[in-house]
């Protein structure tokens, strides 16, 4: 960009400035942040130039509508920004308009009315197999209680031994998990029940944590305590998992959620077929499942053919 080009009048730049400004100061936006709001509205505002046949003014904010945005993000589509680009260029350019409102300077509607393009579902990442046993281990906990670090691993082996939500772990009371049980049942979203296989380990997991648990853990009160007695949290678990992830180099992706994911994506490269981890995962769809396994056409096919010998003929010829 020619840096020479006037691509707004100084008053609107000058407003420009102070709410990059108030960004900086008063909400502190890290720098990636505010790098790429200045870039953006500065695009934006290179766009008005062409399109206004001028340098933008408060007025031409004022009058914008829908159409004039919509025509800045075609324009920026056919210049090759994806959604993701796009959705925050209209983000940045909300959040200028908003600090132009409340001073009384113009009307922020316009932008308000543009929906935001729609943001592609981006594949779940697995941890390895390596890094999901080391990450469910008792030995890799790191908190100094012990009784709390067994904790930690049991909740976090029910994640990816059982494939469980969070909130179904911790939701599980100490009769769910009875001596010789081969399988727990579940209910998840939509109060939808399901069965999931109880691995030895995963049990074995649980029973540490409730023999070294300090309190007493009635049938029908929550099998997972926090330090104080009190039901068990996400954000503990969470907070636990980024320590491992600082301890043991993993990725930012390394979630507890990603432990559920690595279930699922473990199973179907050892041979197992969607429509069984559909159920054990408790998705409505086989669909939801495809994404979460990260399974592309090719696998689907291979696991239909193996279901009907004759599938494949039966596909291609129809």
Not at 92 to 111: P, Q, T
Not at 312 to 318: A, E, I, V, Y
Request: net charge positive; hydrophobic share 40%; charged share 25%.
């Amino acid at each position: 960009m020619n840096e020479l080009l006037v691509i707004a009048d100084p008053r609107l730049m000058a407003e420009r400035a102070a709410w990059l400004e108030n960004l900086a100061g008063e909400r502190r936006l890290s720098e990636h942040t505010l790098d790429a709001y200045e870039r953006d509205t500065r695009q934006f505002l290179t766009f008005l130039t062409g399109h206004l046949a001028g340098p933008a003014t408060l007025g031409d904010i004022r009058e914008l509508r829908p159409a004039d945005f919509r025509a800045f993000l075609a324009a920026r589509r056919k210049q090759g920004s994806g959604a993701r680009s796009l959705g925050r260029n209209l983000a940045g350019l909300r959040s200028l308009l908003r600090h132009l409102e409340k001073k009384g300077l113009v009307n922020a509607a316009g932008a308000g009315a543009i929906r935001s393009p729609k943001q592609p579902k981006s594949l779940p990442k697995p941890l390895s197999d390596t890094q999901a046993i080391t990450v469910v281990s008792n030995e890799a906990q790191l908190h100094d209680e012990p009784w709390i670090a067994a904790r930690d691993a049991a909740v976090m082996t029910l994640l990816y031994g059982c494939g469980l939500r969070i909130s179904e772990a911790l939701g599980l009371v100490p009769s769910d998990l009875q001596k010789g049980a081969t399988a727990l049942r579940i209910t998840g979203k939509g109060n939808k029940t399901r069965l999931v296989p109880l691995l030895s380990v995963v049990f074995d997991s649980v029973e540490k944590y409730r023999t070294l648990c300090p309190y007493h853990l009635e049938p029908g009160e929550p099998l997972f305590r926090g330090a104080r007695g009190g039901k068990l949290q996400p954000a503990i678990i969470q907070r636990a998992m980024q320590k491992l992830r600082s301890a043991f180099g993993l990725p930012e992706t390394a979630t507890p959620h990603a432990l559920r994911h690595s279930f699922a994506t473990h199973l179907l490269a050892g041979g197992g077929d969607l429509r069984t981890i559909q159920e054990l995962l408790g998705h409505a769809s086989l669909s939801t499942t495809q994404v979460y396994t990260g399974v592309d056409a090719s696998r689907l096919l291979e696991v239909y053919d193996r279901a009907h010998p004759r599938a494949l003929t039966l596909f291609w010829s129809d």
